[in-house]
Nanobody
Framework: QVQLVESGGGLVQAGGSLRLSCSGSGRTFSRYSMGWFRQAPGKEREFVAHGVWSRSTTYYADSVKGRFTISRDNPKNTMYLQMNSLKPEDTAVYYC????????????????WGQGTQVTVSS
């Protein structure tokens, strides 16, 4: 069983930064690639970023490329999402998830999800 807990969300002004954390229990980070998704009010959950740690490869949604960075700290069993140059349209609940196969851009490719952390960007 994999359990994930997100933290680090909050209220920030446009242009500001936040760093989200995703803490995992069990054999989380040695077995799984991981991803971040977000869901804005009234919208479907969407892909944000994915990290393939075994190949040191990362992927990003076009809307966040160049502004967000996904990373991990294995000894701490923690994954991060550094978010810079935040925009009001980045406002959403952010989720981390463990990848189990398929397209990394699709929700169904992830088996374990955290409860989410709210990010609000004011204009």
């Amino acid at each position: 069983q994999v359990q994930l807990v997100e933290s680090g969300g909050g209220l920030v002004q446009a242009g500001g930064s936040l760093r989200l954390s995703c803490s995992g229990s069990g054999r989380t980070f040695s077995r799984y690639s991981m991803g971040w998704f977000r869901q804005a009010p009234g919208k479907e959950r969407e892909f944000v970023a994915h990290g393939v740690w075994s190949r040191s490869t990362t992927y990003y949604a076009d809307s966040v490329k160049g502004r967000f960075t996904i990373s991990r700290d294995n000894p701490k069993n923690t994954m991060y999402l550094q978010m810079n140059s935040l925009k009001p349209e980045d406002t959403a609940v952010y989720y981390c998830a463990a990848y189990v196969g398929g397209s990394y851009r699709l929700e169904k490719s992830y088996a374990y999800w955290g409860q989410g952390t709210q990010v609000t960007v004011s204009s």
